[in-house]
């Protein structure tokens, strides 16, 4: 069982340009979530999925978009990207309906660098 | 003003002593809290967590104690060992409801000597 994956594992972009991550879990979850890590601030989260089809805003959503076509696909797209998007971004996945109760399980992370 | 806090950036302890890493938080409406542990180049790991109705939860080796009055909550972890050195989130969220709401702080990073 792969659980979560991450593609790709690290990026440069050039600021301007489109980008999608993608995150692929294997394990049915209901629950969908992308989180960025930046030194001496945390996790946040960007936005999530609690189901196939539907999808919300987390703390930290201007900039990026998700889609939700089905359980196990969840991309993030910059549509523009600007430099304070370099971050370390995970995917993370919770089964049930993405109650904070529900283990939420994380993918190895892309560090994306914007120039 | 982040609502969760982790006022180590990090520490370092022996071998087989205790380590306790520390929490605090600022919005009493939080009543669920959760640490992850991450190692390099992976993603965190759910470690343990409690609910407000309860002032500790242990599992094993690790035992996180919630001081509600305080707002704070530290994980304790005896004996340390060195695949403990990991770097730490504390994490609250107001209920169980809803996976959205969680704030995650900075980090504590755990280093375990020999």
């Known amino acids: 069982i792969a659980g979560i994956t991450q593609a790709p594992t690290s990026q440069i972009l050039a600021a301007g340009r489109r980008m999608t991550l993608r995150c692929t879990q294997d394990?049915?979850?209901?629950?969908m979530y992308w989180y960025r890590q930046d030194l001496g601030l945390g996790l946040r989260l960007i936005h999530y999925?609690?189901?196939?089809?539907?999808?919300g805003k987390g703390e930290v959503p201007d900039g990026y978009s998700v889609s939700r076509a089905n359980t196990d696909d969840f991309p993030l797209t910059l549509a523009s990207a600007v430099p304070s998007q370099t971050s370390v971004y995970f995917c993370?996945?919770?089964?049930?309906?993405?109650?904070?109760?529900?283990?939420?399980?994380f993918g190895p992370g892309t560090r994306l660098t914007v120039l | 003003d982040q609502q969760v806090k982790q006022n180590s950036p990090s520490l370092s302890v022996q071998e087989g002593r205790i380590s306790i890493l520390n929490c605090d938080y600022t919005?009493?409406?939080?009543?669920?809290f959760l640490w992850y542990k991450k190692y390099p180049a992976e993603g965190p790991t759910f470690l343990i967590s409690?609910?407000?109705?309860?002032d500790k939860n242990e599992d094993g080796r690790f035992t996180v104690f919630l001081n509600k009055s305080a707002k704070h909550l530290s994980l304790h972890i005896v004996p340390s060992q060195p695949g403990d050195s990991a770097v730490y989130f504390c994490?609250?969220?107001?209920?169980?409801?809803?996976?959205?709401?969680?704030?995650f702080g900075s980090g504590t990073r755990l280093s375990i000597r020999p």
């Open positions: 394990m049915r979850h209901n629950a």
């Open positions: 993370a996945s919770s089964d049930s309906g993405g109650g904070a109760s529900d283990t939420q399980y």
């Open positions: 994490a609250a969220t107001p209920g169980y409801s809803s996976a959205s709401k969680i704030i």
């Open positions: 919005n009493s409406m939080f009543d669920y």
């Open positions: 409690i609910s407000s109705i309860k």
């Open positions: 999925s609690n189901t196939a089809g539907t999808t």
